[in-house]
């Protein structure tokens, strides 16, 4: 008899945003359970340092594309649509953000996080899930942030493509289940990777006990997903902060943030 309490097995996985943080810890444990995997991000150069390492033990596809490009965003619907070494399992993790007033920011920056973060994930959903439900079998992991739980001035559009994220994976929850279909919803809070770098925010007066390893929280949502779970809120102190978030008035989420700063 199967373990209940198993890991999923997941034949191939596509991963976005495997190049580094998230995706990569994300890639690094399917591997070592077994599934064969499609790693998707720019920086080519780092996508096939990450299959020579995987290799001989997963299969591993490079796919280099920027998902904030329609045509190159179309190569990997594409590979998701595919009958050929079909993929049961997506991980849209790719996403970033910009800290920053909304006005003083660069307007193409934050379309971009807005292509990226929401029209690249609902496209690659909306191809997973089309293939999926058709074999009767498979599962989404949708990369959100408990910054999607509340307003979050100086990363407005940020935060609001992960509310996005986090509504949409709900629903598709809903839908897509009594299809076969498993749609998690995992939503990070502060999390060690290059996202701070990235995105110009400074996290000095942030209070250490707040992060994560990147590792713990792949972890945390591949299981989450394993288990059923709509959304996966990894780690304690990020249960409470969201549920802070949800019920907090904007005034009082403005007069935290100006602290910490
Ligand atoms: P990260 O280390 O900066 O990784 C982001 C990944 O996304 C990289 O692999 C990057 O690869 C890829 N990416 C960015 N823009 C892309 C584009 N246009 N096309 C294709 N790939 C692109 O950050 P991370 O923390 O792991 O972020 C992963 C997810 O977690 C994001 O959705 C983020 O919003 C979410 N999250 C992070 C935190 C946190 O504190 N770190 C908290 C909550 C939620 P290339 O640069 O090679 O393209």
Known sequence: MSD???????????????????????????????????????????????????????????????????????????????????????????????????????????????????????????????????????????????AGYGPAPRAATYAATKAFVTSFSEALYSELGPQGVTVSCLCPGLTRTEFQQRSGSSTDRTPGFLWQSAEAVARAGLDGLDRGRAVVVPGTHNKILSTGLRLAPIRLIDQVRRRFR
């Open 4 to 146: 209940p309490l198993a890991p999923e097995r997941w034949e191939r996985a596509l991963v976005t945003g495997a190049s580094s943080g998230i995706g990569l810890a994300m890639a690094e444990l399917l591997a070592e359970r077994g599934t064969d995997l499609v790693v998707v991000a720019r920086d080519g150069a780092r996508l096939e340092r990450l299959a020579a390492r995987l290799s001989p033990g997963a299969e591993v596809e490079v796919l280099v594309a920027d998902l904030g490009d329609r045509d190159q965003l179309a190569t990997a619907v594409e590979r998701l649509g595919s009958a050929v070494s079909p993929i049961d399992l997506l991980v849209n993790n790719a996403g970033f953000g910009f800290s920053g007033d909304f006005i003083g920011l660069d307007p193409d920056g934050e379309t971009a996080v807005v292509d990226v973060n929401i029209v690249a994930l609902h496209r690659l959903a909306h191809a997973a899930g089309t293939a999926m439900s058709a074999r009767g079998r498979g599962g989404i992991l949708n990369v959100s942030s408990i």
